[in-house]
């Protein structure tokens, strides 16, 4: 496209070209009056025209810029070379007219506009100027994602200033779409993937859905023009064959003294996968196989042939593809396929509705029969894999012939990293929200046994340990504890808490689970634990690494179970052993294990009488979501959090099996280290006792402001409180918390409050409150970690004690928040 405008449409003026034409004749007119002799005239009236458009033409060409003189050879050249299909190309001079534009800018703008008024919206618009600005100022620039109003379609620019004075700016608008299948395919066939097809005796062509081919294999291109490096890109595929009366084709310009060709018709988009504007703009490739001639004159296809070749060019394709035969009989397929019908191992079935589910085998099984024996066509259908009930799948079917047995191409796409990405979203999603369903259970669970636990305190208060209901109020206190010690796991688990590392000895913590393990293993599990003598201590949180124990010890007990149905064995005993080594520096430079380093090591070894791990799941024990049970009884998170555990704790586990003497696996082992601590060890830990010792370092009293929704709860802790010496007003919310601190009838020394509650939670009031009382100590109670509450609350002057408390500890913990205030 050529604007009337432009400098290749300004000619001489006519008037001036009409009077030299006068001036002309009457020259001519004079001469002949003159002479009497027509000749003498018109001779001498050539020779006057001719003399005159000489001087016309010497003074034009000095008077006109060589520019202009160039122009209409120039721009003819530009508006040829501007044509593309997938750019729209316009160019503008100095004074922001459109020049030139190619046929796809006209069609996509839907005239002859230029840039600078097409309907962008307001931000694309601003991106249009400022792209402008700087082509003029640097030569180039570019802009994204650039929307015209009222359409969905979006562009992304280049302006490039151009010209020998650089006096124009050219304008290149991309469609920006989504990545399609075939994207890039071109840029492959016409390169060396191109050159290894032709030279296996196949040729490819890249065909748009109006015929036009976009790009070949160079064998092609040589075949059809004689000439390799010539582009094929623009011609019609058809005028690049001709076919005979018995319907054999044969390229052109080879006629039928060349080989008659199989043509293959392979579909690369499908409207099941392709979005619906671009469900009949997709490509596709069209594969040519040579044909031979037979004896006699008679032709018959070489398909058993070309078949070899043909597999190895489905082979290398990322598509996965296969072969039937007109009874609906596997031939091939790539690998590709075979992962996207996850039989990777297994192989292929004999037919292809063996891949589907019972539901869905007569339709696949029709559709290949009718794909196979009508006239060439090609199709897809939605099934369901029988290995993957859930998700349905799009399989693409195409007719072929000339082929010998393949009679059909089956195609599907590869999804099978996408399927497991999914199961794992889903896995994580579920396990989520079984971890906040846990942290609910148990801040509650808190709440219930902060009350058993405080009334058993004041119960014992009254009894002696020689009276009758002394050892069972204490019973009841033991097992509130064990039951605390199963909260802080679901919290763990649900919160995910940080590790508090104390420096301890591993038999310690061996011995705290050894009594739950042997109710856990049952009586048909021999439980036994052994300790080296002179372990060195470690650094480690001791709840995580009991949680690591219990774990292992459950895994344990699992497996042995397991192995022992699938030896259907109804009577049978197991045996679970836990020991614990010492290992020096030397002995771990003799194992030679690269990735820990020489130290000395103090080792857990947890053995069971199982049967062992398989050797293809050894290298997979320790993944998250990794799980050898049936479905529904695993998470697979076991083992991926005693692996966490240990390597936070800067230690190494290790699974084998334990051969037998015969040499077959008759248990699992896993081996943990824990590195011997170093530095100087810590003093004891203080107890119960020394709580109490530091309640009653404190003795004068306060005025206590306690707000807890639990009625229970508040009462135990009230009572407690008061019995301590301390005034105590309640409330049981944060509302009326609040309330009781502006009524300002009492002055409050301390403020023990729960964390979530109904309407106005801990937090809020207590933000509330230091806008009055800017000093006052805040004592929060909550079956949380503390961890978290602080990195969610940034109150200053806040203190923390975690549920379920017995009456000494709560006592012991505001007697150490006054002290500090008083201090």
């Known amino acids: 496209m050529l604007r009337e405008d432009s400098p290749v449409s300004q000619f001489p003026p006519v008037p001036l070209l009409l009077g030299i034409l006068v001036a002309c004749l009457v020259s001519v007119g004079l001469v002949w009056m003159v002479g009497q002799q027509s000749i003498v005239a018109l001779a001498y009236g050539g020779a006057l025209v001719a003399i005159l458009l000489t001087l016309l033409l010497m003074a034009r060409l000095r008077g006109a ?98 010209g020998r004075g650089e006096s124009y700016l050219v304008w290149r608008f991309a469609e920006i779409r989504e990545e399609r299948s075939y994207d890039g395919l071109a840029e492959r066939l016409s390169g060396r993937l191109g050159d290894v097809i032709s030279r296996a005796g196949l040729e490819l062509a890249l065909v748009a859905p109006d015929g036009i081919v976009l790009t070949t294999t160079p064998g092609l291109a040589e075949r059809a023009t004689g000439n390799r490096e010539k582009s094929l890109a623009g011609h019609e595929f058809v005028q690049l064959l001709r076919s005979d009366d018995r319907d054999r084709i044969f390229f052109a310009r080879e006629g039928q003294q060349g080989s008659p060709q ?119 259908m939605a099934v369901r894999l029988s290995n993957d009930k859930e998700e349905p799948v799009s399989i693409g079917l195409a007719g072929i012939r000339g082929l010998g047995d393949a009679a059909v191409l089956l195609s599907i796409s590869d999804s099978s990293e996408e399927k497991r990405l999914r199961r794992q979203v889903a896995q994580a999603t579920k396990m989520q929200a079984v971890g906040q369903l846990a942290g609910g259970v148990a801040h509650d669970f808190n709440n219930v046994l902060t009350a058993i636990i405080g009334y058993c305190d004041l119960m014992l208060l009254r009894h002696t340990p020689g009276d009758s209901d002394y050892d069972d109020i204490q019973q009841i206190k033991a097992n509130s504890n064990r039951a605390a010690s199963l909260t802080r796991q679901l919290l763990a688990f649900s919160r995910q808490q940080t590790l508090r590392p104390v420096v301890l000895q591993l038999p310690d913590v061996v011995s705290e689970v050894s009594q739950l393990l042997k109710r856990l293993m049952g009586e048909k599990i021999e439980f036994s634990v052994r300790h080296d003598r002179e372990l060195g201590s470690v650094r480690a949180d001791p709840q995580q690494l009991e949680q690591v124990i219990i774990n292992l010890a459950v895994n344990a007990r699992d497996a042995m179970q397991a192995n022992a149905l699938e030896r259907g064995k109804q009577d049978w005993k197991g045996r679970l052993t836990l020991a614990t080594r010492r290992v020096s520096a030397r002995d771990v430079r003799k194992m030679g294990i690269d990735i820990m380093p020489a130290d000395d090591y103090t080792v857990l070894i947890v053995q069971d009488t199982g049967g062992g791990i398989p050797p293809e799941h050894l290298n997979k024990i320790f993944e998250p979501f990794f799980t050898t049970k049936e479905q529904g ?29 015969d040499g077959t696996p008759i248990g699992a082992r896993f081996t943990m280290y824990l590195p011997v601590h170093k530095g100087e060890l810590p003093a004891s830990m203080r107890g119960e006792a020394a709580e109490e010792a530091k309640a009653t370092e404190w003795s004068a009293g306060g005025n206590l402001l306690l707000v807890e929704d639990e009625d229970m709860v508040r009462a135990v802790a009230e009572r407690a409180l008061a019995r301590a010496g301390y005034t105590v007003t309640t409330a049981t919310d944060g509302e009326e918390g609040l309330a009781e601190v502006a009524n300002g009838s009492t002055e409050f020394d301390l403020i023990v409050s729960d964390v979530v509650m109904p309407a106005m939670d801990g937090p809020a009031m207590a933000r509330a409150i230091r806008k009055v009382k800017p000093d006052i100590p805040i004592l929060f109670m909550s079956g949380y970690a503390e961890e978290q509450l602080r990195n969610e609350i940034d109150i200053d002057n806040m203190h923390f004690i975690p549920k379920p408390f017995s009456v000494q500890q709560i006592n012991a913990k505001v007697a150490e928040v006054l002290g500090e205030q008083r201090d």
């Open 65 to 162: 810029p060589v520019e202009e003189l160039a122009f209409q050879a120039d721009w003819s050249v530009t508006s040829a070379a501007m044509e593309n299909r997938r750019r729209g190309v316009a160019i503008i001079d100095r004074a922001n007219r459109l020049v030139c534009a190619n046929s796809t800018y006209v069609d996509w703008f839907d005239g002859e506009t230029a840039p600078y008024d097409l309907p962008f919206d307001g931000p694309s618009r601003e991106a249009i100027m400022d792209a402008a600005r700087d082509a003029w100022r640097d030569g180039k620039a570019k802009a994204d994602e650039l929307q015209l109003s009222g359409a969905e379609a979006q562009y992304r620019l280049h302006v490039d200033r151009s």
């Open 262 to 380: 199989t043509l293959v018709h392979v579909p690369l988009d499908t409207p099941a996968n392709a979005r619906l504007s671009d469900a009949d703009q997709a490509p596709s490739l069209m594969l040519l196989i040579d044909s031979t001639v037979g004896i006699g004159g008679g032709w018959e296809g070489s398909g058993k042939a070309a078949i070899p070749q043909l597999e190895a060019l489905l082979s290398a394709l990322p598509l996965g593809l296969a072969l039937t035969d007109r009874d609906g009989r596997f031939l091939f397929a790539n690998k590709a396929f075979l992962r996207a019908v996850e039989r990777k191992e297994q192989g292929l079935p004999q037919f292809p509705s063996d891949l589907v589910v019972q539901d869905d085998k007569a339709a696949m099984a029709d559709t290949v029969r009718r794909f196979a024996k009508g006239a060439t066509a090609s199709g897809d």
């Open 633 to 661: 009884k695993g998470t697979g998170l076991g083992l991926s959090t005693v692996y966490g555990i240990v390597k936070q704790s800067n230690g190494f586990i290790f699974a084998d099996n334990v051969q037998g003497p």
